[in-house]
């Protein structure tokens, strides 16, 4: 079985292969044949990434995840399901962060 990290590792690894697919789609790189289809699947590539942070969460708890996991297959309001992660794991959902360059010569931020 694989532990925890492996498992939270997968999932990034899956979101950084679905923000991918949003550049690819947004900046003209590749398509779904027509426009209304294209802003579909990035919408949908969107959702996905939301529900993988927040499902990634509940990661080192199981049970919880495959309960949860469970009920959002059949949500379709992603704020409701947030809402409802939420309840169940107060602070889960990251906070974005602004990265500023350090003012120390010499030092980068790669």
Known sequence: M????D???AVL???KRRTAVVDLLLFGQAHALYVPSTVESVC???RKILELIAFSSLIANREKYSAQ???FAEHWNARLMLKD???I???FYPHP???NPSKTPGVTSD
């Open 7 to 9: 498992k939270y590792r």
């Open 13 to 15: 690894i899956e979101i």
């Open 44 to 46: 949908l590539q969107i």
């Open 69 to 71: 996991h469970k009920k």
């Open 85 to 87: 992660l939420e309840r």
């Open 2 to 5: 694989d532990s925890s990290q």
């Open 97 to 99: 962060i602004i990265q």
């Open 89 to 91: 794991n107060p602070g």
